[in-house]
Structures are given as structure tokens and as C-alpha cells.
């Protein structure tokens, strides 16, 4: 008899007695001491023993892609997190899902966010696992992830992939993606020529990883921390060094603790983490993605975000990280000053200390634990702070009744009080055919105005930071004020409005906004108006009945039928639970 063959050593097929690892969730065949017996036979045969399949179950999720770079260190993420479950007695078992990258979707990755959470979810349900490594970076893959993960209920430990390292480009210091923008905003203006945008081109991504800077890859990376989902410290190191490795080492071993505490997901994301994760998005600078994901996590919980009470704490949580764009450095310092333990420490006064986290510590104690802090210049002080208020600002008016949103520490100071004429684009092929137009009517004191880009009307694109009219670019313009119901990269800046709510193609305001229309924008009041009266307004509406985009087939039918606005998270309706549990933040 083989010396691996544990079948005679009292390891009995009795799933009634344990319904935990490979007996959890068996397949229904109408006998479950049949269909364990079956499970465990087809297991053995990739040559894994009783002994092997008596520990905790790991699930970890493989989000590898030759379509996505930002997860090109998958192969070395997956090899640290088994070795951790295996130090720690568990059995790793990895599996493929859905991965999105923000650059290789179409038509967008936000389209597919929902299909990945949804893809996470069942898979999460269907397997037996006891405990899941959550393994993302790309902008949607891991509110995805947290998504599905927070609908399917399991003790779950999200792993970032982590930054990509900076490049040098004459020498320059470069990354993507703000330094992407502002390079071709550079050409598009005629700064640079041909060769010089070719040769910047392969110096921004300097290695495997996520955005360099604050964008919304590094946003979630920073919120999944505050939720208390990863490994202290495991938002902040680059994606190739040593320091993620052992990052990743720790997150397997953590899940197997996760999953021997039977510590749930539902004990880390309460209303406390919640809070928590929106001081540190207005802290940070974060991107304003970083609202609709944080918003459809939640909304998973039950829980609604208040964006109100959101710009109430805005007034009041300055912006301390110095990181593009809203500042000057980039993730890899950020990690070089310590990371999130240096910024949760400085906004320890603003947060919920007694939140749980997944290492079964609460936050505070988790603060504490990294120490006293030393001399750094990435992450400032209350008494000296980036930006005097949060990031993020909610605006509200006649053009955005549901809200609207601006990323006020990367605005122009002098457009967020302003006054200007509209200048049309009905839908993203209007735009890009007239933008360059030189016979487009615009002036730099104007308001460009971008409608059909929300949820239903084009998946909600990043088209929100449209470009500056080439005959504007050439002459010296560098920021004009943009509004639509669309999003913007969190690797942009700009004075730009976005999320307006109701979308245009449900039939909101902004569908009805014409070519010389005035428009007010004053960030102080929280205002976003169209300056004509609601007759005017009423009269437009009934002669242009709504006609909300439809589909005849597959996902993009799904889509349109069940997305929510953009003040819901744009996660699927079906998807949320059917009462809510209350407001974050509570009154």
C-alpha cells in the first residue's frame, strides 16, 4: 500500500460531522455522504491525501492575465500567500476569475465590475473553503472583489497587488498615470513632438503594478486598509520588491487564523470601517471612483452612504498625503514614510479606533503596533495639511438634483467659483468629432458640457476628463471647468464635475442643457446650477421624451436593465439586500 494513502487511518466519509473545508457546500445529489465520497475521490486525484484535505480550506483568487500588467506579479503573489497558508496549517487552493484592466476593457472597465463581483460571489459560494485571499490591484478588480465577497459572507483577506515603481524620462521623474495625462496633454498643445511622446511612452510604466500615484487602484488599496480587509501595511508596497512578498506570506497565513476564528466579513465591514474608509478617502486625496466603489461595498452590507454627511466630513478632514495629483510624490514614497500606519496615525483623532480588523485587532491597537512614527515630508500634519478640507466636495442644484461630485484639491483655485456658457457635446462621438474642431465656438471662460456618459447611457466611461479644446490647448490653456455624468480617472486632475445625478439618458437635467445656457459653479456654496427657470426647464423636458439605452441580449442587456445611479454605488439592484441596515455616516 502506498505510504500517501490515508483511506485506512480513520479518515471516514461523514459529512453530518463536519461541514467545514471539503465538506462545505457539497454538490446536491440527494446523498451527501455520496456526493463527499465523490468530491474527495476526484481531489485525490491531482494527488492530495486525507491528511492534506483535513485542514482548513484557503481559497485564493487568481486574477493573472495577459491583459493585465497591473497584476503581473500574480505568479509570485500566489506562491508567497500558499506558502503562508501552508506555514499556518491550511490547504491553499487557488482558482481563476474574471480580471479587468483599465486600459484592455471594453467598453469600459467599470462595465464589467459587477460581472467580476458577481463572478467572485458564486465561485466564493460554490467551492469549499473556509477562507479567502482576495488577490486584486487594477481599479474595479477590487472593489469587485470586496463586492462579491461581502454578498457571499466568508472571513476573506484582500491582498493588493501593489504599485508599479517609477520611471525617468530625460531626467524627469515619470509614472503613470497623472504623468501620462500631462505628457499628452503636452502634445495635444504642441509643447512636444512625435518622437519626444513616443520615447516618454515606454518610460511611465517602469515595471509590473498599479498606477504610481493616487488613482483609484491606490485609493482602494488605501480604503481596503482602513476597512480593516488587509494586512496592516499591506495597501502601500510596490508591486515587485520584497516587502509585497512578505505582504502576501502574511495575508495567506492570516485567512487560515480568519478561518479557525470563523471571523466573518460581516465583523470587519461595519458602519465604524465604513466611516473610517471615507476619512481616509478624503484624506488621501483618493480618487472620486473611490465614492461609487466605497458606496456599492457598502450598499453589499446594506448600509448607505450618506454623501451629505460625506461633505460634512470633508469640511473637516483635511488633505494630508502629498501624492499626485492632488500633490507632488508617488506611492513608493508614500510606503518609504510608512505607509497608512503614518497617515492613520496623523487622523487618529478622526477615526473609530475600536473597529475591528481581520487580524481579530482593532484599528487603534493596530496603530499603535507600528510605532511611534518618524521624520517624513509624504504625509503632513492636521496643522499643516495639503489641502485645508477633504479632497472630494458634493455639489447639489436645479442640474444635479441626486448630487454631484468635484475633486477639489486637484481644481484649478481660480474656476471653483465660476460662471460660464455651456458648450455642448450630446454623447462621446459628438465630442470626439468636434473637439479639435478649430471652428468650435469656445473660449476658456466657458463650461464644456459632456451628457450621455452615466451608467445607462455609455457604462459610465472615464470620458468625464474630456480634453481641452485643442485651439484652447495650443494657446496656452490649461484648465477649463467640465461637467457630465460621467467619471474621471483618479490619476487626473482638473476642475472637473462629475457623477451628476440623474444621468442624462434617464432623463435628468443635464439632458437638457443647450449650446450658451449659463451655468454656476461655486464649490464654496456646494452649487452646481443651470441658470434657467423650471419652467424653461419643464418646457425642454416634454419636447424631448426620455429614450433610456436598451439591449436585446447577454450582459449588456443585464446591464442596462438593473444598474443603479451613480449616488447607489452603479452596482446591480438585484444585487443589494432587500431592506437597508441604516446611513453612513449615522446622524
Known amino acids: 500500500m502506498s505510504n500517501t494513502d490515508d483511506s485506512k487511518k480513520g479518515h471516514a466519509i461523514n459529512p453530518a460531522a463536519n461541514q467545514d473545508g471539503m465538506a462545505k457546500g457539497l454538490t446536491n445529489y440527494g446523498d451527501r455522504g455520496f456526493s463527499l465520497f465523490l468530491r474527495k475521490a476526484f481531489i485525490k486525484g491531482a494527488g492530495y491525501t486525507d491528511k492534506a484535505l483535513d485542514r482548513p480550506v484557503i481559497g485564493i483568487t487568481n486574477t493573472g492575465s495577459a491583459y493585465n500588467p497591473c497584476h503581473g506579479n500574480m505568479p509570485q503573489l500566489m506562491e508567497a500567500v500558499k506558502r503562508g497558508i501552508m506555514m499556518a496549517g491550511g490547504l491553499p487552493m487557488d482558482f481563476p476569475t474574471i480580471s479587468i484592466h483599465e486600459s484592455f476593457s471594453q467598453p469600459n472597465s467599470m462595465f464589467l465590475r459587477n460581472l467580476m463581483s458577481m463572478d467572485t460571489e458564486e465561485v466564493l459560494l460554490a467551492a469549499p473553503m473556509d477562507a479567502v485571499v482576495l488577490i486584486g490591484g487594477c481599479d474595479k478588480t477590487v472593489p469587485a472583489q470586496l463586492m462579491g465577497a461581502a454578498s457571499a459572507g466568508l472571513p476573506a483577506v484582500q491582498l493588493i497587488t501593489g504599485s508599479m515603481l517609477t520611471g525617468s524620462h530625460r531626467s524627469e521623474r515619470v509614472g503613470a498615470c497623472t504623468d501620462c495625462r500631462r505628457y499628452w496633454g503636452k502634445f ?159 487622523l487618529k483623532p478622526l477615526l473609530h479606533l475600536d473597529a475591528m480588523t481581520v487580524t481579530g485587532r482593532t484599528l487603534g ?107 484652447l490647448a495650443v494657446a496656452g490653456c490649461k484648465d477649463i471647468v467640465r461637467i457630465s455624468d460621467g467619471r474621471m480617472s483618479g490619476t487626473a486632475f482638473g476642475t472637473i464635475v462629475l457623477h451628476v445625478t440623474p444621468e442624462s439618458a434617464i432623463g435628468g437635467p443635464l439632458a437638457y442643457v443647450q449650446n450658451g445656457d449659463r451655468i454656476r459653479l461655486s464649490v464654496a456654496n456646494r452649487e452646481l446650477s443651470l441658470l434657467i ?55
Open 365 to 471: 491597537e493596530e496603530i499603535d503596533a507600528a510605532g511611534p512614527g518618524f521624520k517624513q515630508d509624504v504625509v503632513k500634519t492636521a496643522s499643516n495639511p495639503i489641502y485645508p478640507q477633504g479632497g472630494i466636495a458634493v455639489l447639489e442644484g436645479n442640474l444635479a438634483p441626486g448630487g454631484a461630485i468635484i475633486k477639489q484639491s486637484a481644481a484649478h483655485p481660480q474656476l471653483m467659483e465660476h460662471e460660464g456658457r455651456a458648450v455642448v457635446f450630446e454623447n462621446l462621438e459628438d465630442m470626439a468629432n468636434r473637439i479639435d474642431s478649430p471652428n468650435l465656438d469656445v473660449t476658456p471662460e466657458d463650461i464644456l458640457v459632456l451628457k450621455h456618459i452615466g451608467p445607462k447611457g455609455a457604462a459610465m466611461p472615464e470620458a468625464g476628463y474630456m480634453p481641452i479644446p485643442k485651439k
Open 188 to 346: 495635444r498643445a504642441e509643447e512636444i513632438d512625435a518622437e519626444e511622446i513616443a520615447e516618454v511612452n515606454g518610460k511611465l510604466v517602469a515595471s509590473v503594478g498599479t498606477c504610481s500615484v493616487m488613482g483609484t487602484a491606490s485609493t482602494m488599496a488605501c480604503i481596503a486598509e482602513a476597512l480593516g480587509m488587509t494586512v496592516p501595511g499591506g495597501a502601500t508596497p510596490p508591486a515587485v520588491t520584497a516587502d509585497r512578498m512578505r505582504v502576501a506570506e502574511e495575508s495567506g497565513a492570516l485567512a487560515v487564523e480568519l478561518a479557525r476564528k470563523r471571523l466573518g466579513i460581516d465583523q470587519i465591514l461595519t458602519e465604524k470601517a465604513f466611516e473610517n474608509a471615507m476619512r481616509v478617502l478624503l484624506a488621501i486625496g483618493g480618487s472620486t471612483n473611490g465614492i461609487i466603489h466605497l458606496t456599492a461595498i457598502a450598499g453589499r452590507m446594506g448600509f448607505e452612504i450618506d454623501l451629505k454627511a460625506l461633505d460634512r466630513m470633508g469640511r473637516e478632514t483635511p488633505v494630508l498625503l502629498d501624492l499626485k495629483p492632488s500633490g507632488i510624490h508617488y506611492m513608493e514614497d508614500f510606503h518609504a514614510a510608512g505607509g497608512m500606519a503614518t497617515l492613520l496615525r496623523e
Open 533 to 587: 427657470s423650471d419652467e424653461e426647464l419643464a418646457r425642454r423636458a416634454s419636447l424631448k421624451p426620455v429614450v433610456i439605452p436598451t439591449a436585446q441580449r447577454g450582459y449588456r442587456k443585464l446591464f442596462l436593465e438593473s444598474v443603479t445611479q451613480a449616488d447607489k454605488g452603479v452596482d446591480f439592484d438585484f444585487l443589494m439586500p432587500p431592506a437597508t441596515a441604516g446611513k453612513i455616516p449615522k446622524k
